[in-house]
Each structure stands twice: as structure tokens, then as C-alpha cells.
């Protein structure tokens, strides 16, 4: 499977599915896709972290005016703006291992 | 070599979603659920709130008899109406969920005690104290009582449908933040939780007693210089009713074998809330510009975000009334309708009496009393902790109450455990459908505790004030020290028949007022001791009696009024006092123009309250030298005053521990200098001083408002300590439309998110009030940000 083919899907179950299920679906969305992707572990890892990085990001930009970023700085000590990258990151970077792990995991043909 | 490398990967991801997905402790910080909480769908981003994009609602529910609607105007502020009283309290549950879930769980919890549940072990400790003092055991018999009056019972059963409603209806995402933060889940509202509320309110509110500190003291001093330390009555003192009181009652004694006379060990004392007082007061129209009434009230409490009070207006076809409820109880506390209008300021009697068990048996299960032997009962308490094993503890209930500290052998009588024989809970939601003040009395009658000062003016010209609630009958000293407990005859001797409570209705002066001082002159025929504010009360008298053609916006002056007596009275003699050599002192020319008032501004006020306190303190060496050692009360303040006014040669004036005898110039000096070394050459403005704020309910400084820019003190009517006063402020004038004004420190919302979550705290802080209007009809609202319709 393509990487652009890879990005999309991850991107698009994780939207959709992450609206009824645990915000943990994420994890094996990845395994799955980048298990049949048959990419790299660096590239699964790449293409899961950025697309749920990105979806995450997003969404947060969509759901928040404005005012949850301040409180989130203010609970962890860090600027503001900052807030929604950080929880950007930890999805993108739960994805990317799962990512990863379902690339190795896959018997090379 | 790939797939184990796959593997490990793998392993190391699910540590990590574990990790994210349960909160934990670095320390003694706890961290959250990270991937729970910071992720877009279910975490916090969805509290996120905009101001612009509130959308109407339309609910179901077979609760409801016929269609209700709910405006909320451009203050967030909750209209109902609603066709009869019992789909108005379904609404009122509904609307103070929506806006306020967490505290109301929040505060329920902590007189159940458990906080340790939801917070963790750090607050295992308090939840056992709150199970010891028997809070839960109060609100079981406070529910069992309510059920005996089935038609009031049935008013709190459909409030409570009502927030159920509303949580029943969430789904994770949805959950106020706390609830995120915490990572716990809202669970049912029930009529116990109304009661517990209650019961919280009473803790605040009638939670004082000194037992143990007042018999270590009686002990300590002798009867003589107990006397002099701790006197009960100030002769300036104004009370709330100022006689006659036409009552035929004998004095019942105190025998001196009844108190406990011993030193009582250990220094951990619950301290009762300090800052806890309320202001009221109600004009005549003889006095008023307008000629019709005018009734004020300022509540003071601890402040917290979200604020304490809710804004609510009610309408059925039977009524209209409007002005703040506390979240957790149906009805309006504090409010007015179109023709009167009523608040409450604290009491302050002690009703809380401690009596020392004497066991037979090691086990300490066996008890005497009146010379029987008598068995305790357990009431077996499970309190769950986070992350932890549940904690079991079997309190024993005595005779008197729940056996409260072991080592002490001390048990609790305390008013709050009793089932109220009449019907409570109806207080506030019959109250606030009266039209005259007859029909005001009877419907607050069956009030308990704790007790209020119950202030009423109306639109017939009418003004009265009861001190309300069941007033224990007891012995002359009775409930100030720690009683012996042998006898069954040292407990209360029933009660104070309510036609006898004090009370006053339209006095020749004009008007009435309580600010939480002596309910009485000691003429009253009822002996009863407690906790008394010693100078709003006479502030408000002072400025009262000789106030005329008063106006709503007068009233409203003097809410903000931060005059000190205190300051008045002891500043010149301290100044007299003083030796001449500190007379040129910068510090000392600064106060000498002061003008005794405590404006956020003012540089004298810091100068004087630090002086008068390190005064008071060095002045009573005799008392705060050993309270590291001994549990012993604080002196009041007017003592210090009084003994400064009539007795500066007194012997206390002397330092106890020095070899020198000192004297009351010795004390002054002494503690201005100790003044100019703790102010150092640059001093503090009093607001930069006293640094307000408001903590929201869990500490969080990111939900918590700080640097609040006010003026006032404990002692003045604006009585803005640091975190303590004016909850919210309230004036009605009762023309034919009541012109009404009021506002308190905080939001509607509950949601730190939300733009009305603390928007009005600078409002208020500044003195300006917002105008509150009773609009009959839902279409009348300016503004309406949005509404909830409720159809069965």
C-alpha cells in the first residue's frame, strides 16, 4: 500500500471511529493499517504519528475557541499556544509505535 | 530479530496507553490521565464554550405535568417558567446541574466525607473527621424526617429528578472538567444529597464550639481571670432585637459539678469558620426617599469559585420571584417576589456541645450515665479511598451523639444530627411564594438549623426579622465548656417555644438589622451562648438610626461601607499610649490622618491592623504563649479594647515570661516596633496586604482568581478578608415593581471555560451592581443568550 494510501486511511478511521470508541482506537488503527501497508517501521511510524498528529490538531483547532489551550497551559506549566501540539504529539506519538510495531510484526513475503 | 523487535514495540505502546488512560502521583503531585484528558473527542477540549454559539434545547421527561421553558439572559441567568411548583423545582435541579454538577457533587461529598474517593489518600484524614462528627448520620435523619411530610418531601424528590435529568443525559465528553481532571464519573442525585448540602451548610454555619478551649482555660485562669479574659457580653453591644421580650421563663442553673474541670490534651482543634457572618438590614418607607421599604443583605462566606450562590428566577401563574439559591437545594435563599422580599444572616448560637463519656469497660463499649450502664451502637462508616483499600471505621454513638475523638472520650451533641420535627425543607420554596409577612412566618417556620436571621419587607410597608430555627433550651453557662456527662437532665432542656424566639416586627425606629452579633440584650429570659460579631452590628445600627429619605442606591453605599469602631476606639488610646519618641515616626503621622477606614488603598489600615494585632497578642502572652501547649480561645478583641478603655493598669498588661513588670506603655511600644520591623520602611497598600482571592472548590490556581482589588476587613460591613466575604450583595426597594440590585463574586457557569464562569468578580469587587428585574413572561427577556424547553 502507498504511503499517501496509508495516511489517508489511518487519518479517516481515526476521525470517524475515535467519535464512538476510546480515544485508544487510535493505537490499533495503526498496528492494523501499517501491518498490511507493508512500509518500513520508520515510515509506519512516520505516516501514523503524522496523520493522527494532524487529525488530533485539527480537531482540537475545531472543538476549542480558544479558552481550553490557556487552561491546559496553566494546569501543565507551559504556554498556552503550545497546548494543543503537545496533545497532538502524544496521540501521534501512540500511533507511531503502534504504526511501527504492526510494520515489524508482519512476516516479510 | 523483527518480530521481536515488533513485539517490544508493541509492549512498550500498551504501557503507554495504560500509563494515559488511569491517573497516577509524582510525589505528591497527582497526574491526570494525560490520554483521557488531552484528547480532542472525550477530553477537555470538548468543555471548550463560546459565547456566541449557545443553541436552544428541547428535553423530555414524564416528570414534568405540562411544558416548561427555560430563558437564560445575557448574564446566563435561569428564567423559569413553568405552570405549577413542581415543574418549576424539576427545572431548578435541571438548571443548577447544567451550570454547577461538580460543586454540587463536590459539596456533598465532603460532609458525607468522601472526598478521599474521588481526590485520594491526602484527603482520607478530613473524610474521617467529617464521618466522626456524624454529618452523614444527620442527613439519614434529616431525609427520614422530610418523609413525614410527604407533600414538602415530594418538592425535594422532583428537584432532585431534575439534576438527574440533566446527568443521566451526559456522556463522558460531556462531563464538567473536574470530573475529567479527577477522572471520576457524576452518580445519581438523591433527596440525601439535598440533605447533606443542608448539613454542609450547617458545619459552616452552626459548626462553632470552644468546649475543650474554654474548660482548659476556665482551668487554667480560675474563675476570676477567666472572667476578665473571657467575658460574654460587651456593654456597647447592639443586639439583632433590641426587647422587649415579654417572656415568662425561669433561669435554669448550672451546677459547677457539671464541668469538666480538667486540662483537656491535644492542641488539634477544628477551627470554626472566622470569616462566616452576613449582613442585613431593613428600612421602614418612614425613612425611605420613596416611601416604601427597603431590605438589603449581604451573606459572607468563604468565597470559591464557582461562587456558592446561583441566580435563578422562578414564575408560575401562583408566583414570580427571583435571586440566588444555593446548588443542591430547591427554592430561593435570598430573593424577592413581586411583593416582598427576605435574606438571612447567620446566628451563631452554639449548638454543639461536647460531654465526656465515662466507659465501665476496657473495650470502651460500656458507659454510665445516671448511674445505669448503657451500651453504645456502632454505625459502621466504608470510606473508599482512590487507588487504595476502603477504610472501615465503627464510630460509637452514645446517649449524646457519635463519640468523635477516642482519645479524648469526648461524644458530640450537636443540633445538626436531629430529625426536624417540622417541615424543613419547604423553607425556602414556600418562602418565596408569600405575599405578606403572616404568611412569610408560617411558611418558614418549620425551619431547623441552622439558625438564621429571617429579614422580611414587603410592598404593604410592612418590616420584621425572627431569629429563626429551633433554639435548644439550656441552663445558664450550659454549652460553653465541656460537660461531664453523667447526668441525662445536663442535656438541653427542649426547646424555645418559635413564638418566643427573638423577634421584631415594624419597631418604632424604622428599621431592623442583624450582622451576626447577640441576638439579644442579656434581659432575655433564655440563657444561650455562642459565636458574636462585635461591631457590623453596631455599624449598621450607627449609620441606620440616623440615615432618612433613604434610597435603594444609599443601601447600596453602605454595603461597601469599610468604616472600622474597631479602629475608632483603640487608635487614640494606643496613640496616647504611645511614647513621644514615636510620635515624629513616619508610621505614626500616617495613622494619626487616618481616617479609619479600610480602603484598598490605604497605607494607615495596614499599619494599624498589624499594630493592633501584634498589640493584642503581646497583651495576652498569658494565653498565645501557650496554645502551642495547650488548646485555649482567643480573647476577643473588644476584650483587649475594653481593658485599653477602663483598666490600663491591669495585671495582664504585664509580659509573664519577662522579669520586669511591664505595663501598658511597655505593651504599646513594644508592638509598634515589632509593627515597623514586620513592615519594614516601604508599607503595603491594605489591598496589596491582605492579597483577595477566590480559590476555586479544588485549589487549582488555574481555575482560581487572584490579586482581587477591595478594600474592607473581618469587622467592617464590606467585610472582604482574604478569601472571606461578601458572597453576594442584595438590595430591593419595594416599589410596586420591586427596583432590585444585587451580584456576587463569580459566574452562573461552573465551567472555568465558560466566559460567565468568573465575569462578574470584578463587578463586584468595584462596587457596582447589575439590575434585577422580575419579567413575568418568557418573551419579556432582553437579550436571551438561549433556552430549554421541557415537554412531557
Known sequence: MKLSYSFLIIAALSLVLSIYLPWWIIAPISLAVCYYAQLSWAKSFLVSFISVYLVWLGSIYFFDYGTIRSIVGDLFSMPANVTPYFAAALGGLIAGLFGAAGSLLKPKS | MRKISGLSLLLIGLVLVYILEHSWKIGDNPLPPLGKLLNPYTGVWQNSEDKLTYTDIDLNSKYVKNEVKIVFDDRMVPHIYAQNIEDALFAQGYVEAYHRLFQMDVSTRSPDGRLAEVFGESLLEYDKKQRRLGLGFAADNAVEGWKKFPESYALVEQYSRGVNHFINQLKPEDYPMEYKLLDFAPTEWT???????????????????????????????????????????NIKDVPVIPGPYPYANPRLDLADNTVANKIIAGIERPRSNPGVGSNNWAVAGSKTASGTPILANDPHLGLTLPSAWYEIAITTPAFSARGVSLPGQPGIMIGFNEHIAWGETNVGHDVMDYHEINWLDSNQTVYGLDGKKMDVTYRVETIKVKNKRDVIDSVRYTFWGPVVDDDKNLALRWLAHDMAPGPEIQTFVKGMQCRNYDEYLDATGGFYCPFQNFLYADNHGEIGLRVNGSIPVKRAGQGRMVSTGKLSSDDWQGFIPRNQNPQIRNPKTGFVTSANQWSTYSAYPYYYNGSFEPYRGRMTNRMLSKMDS???????????????????????????????????????????????????????????????????????????????????????????????????????????????????????????????????????????????????????????????????????????????????????????????????????????ASAYYKNNIEKWASGQYDKLTIETKAQEIPNPKFSITIKQ
Not at chain 2, 213 to 231: C, H, Q, R, V, W
Not at chain 2, 626 to 655: C, G, H, M, Q, Y
Open chain 2, 550 to 752: 433613604i434610597s435603594a442606591h444609599d443601601m447600596i453605599a453602605l454595603q461597601q461601607n469599610v468604616y472600622s469602631i474597631q479602629a475608632e476606639e483603640a487608635l487614640p488610646i494606643l496613640l496616647k499610649y504611645l511614647d513621644e519618641s514615636y510620635h515624629k515616626h513616619a508610621f505614626t503621622e500616617l495613622i494619626k490622618e487616618w481616617d479609619y477606614n479600610y480602603t484598598a488603598d490605604s497605607k494607615a489600615a495596614t499599619i494599624f491592623d498589624t499594630w493592633f494585632t501584634e498589640f493584642h497578642e503581646l497583651l495576652w502572652d498569658e494565653v498565645y504563649g501557650v496554645r502551642d501547649v495547650t488548646a485555649l480561645p482567643e480573647p476577643d478583641i473588644w476584650v483587649t479594647i475594653s481593658l485599653l478603655e477602663k483598666n490600663p493598669t491591669n495585671k495582664f498588661f504585664d509580659i509573664a515570661s519577662t522579669k520586669k513588670q511591664e505595663t501598658v506603655l511597655d505593651i504599646v511600644a513594644q508592638s509598634f516596633v515589632k509593627t515597623l520591623e514586620k513592615l519594614g520602611r516601604d508599607v503595603p497598600k491594605w489591598v496589596d496586604y491582605k492579597k483577595a482571592r477566590i480559590p476555586h472548590l479544588t485549589r487549582l490556581p488555574a481555575f482560581s482568581q487572584e490579586n482581587i482589588q477591595i478594600g474592607g476587613y473581618k469587622h467592617s460591613i464590606n467585610a472582604m478578608q482574604q478569601s472571606f466575604g461578601p458572597s453576594w450583595r442584595m438590595v430591593v426597594e419595594l416599589t410596586e415593581k420591586p427596583t432590585a440590585y444585587g451580584i456576587y463574586p463569580g459566574g452562573q457557569s461552573g465551567n472555568p
Open chain 2, 191 to 233: 433527596p440525601r444529597h439535598c440533605a447533606l448540602h443542608l448539613k454542609a451548610m450547617t458545619q459552616t454555619l452552626a459548626g462553632y464550639e470552644e468546649d475543650i478551649e474554654m474548660s482548659n482555660a476556665l482551668k487554667l485562669f480560675g474563675k476570676s481571670d477567666f472572667a476578665t479574659i473571657y467575658p460574654e457580653h
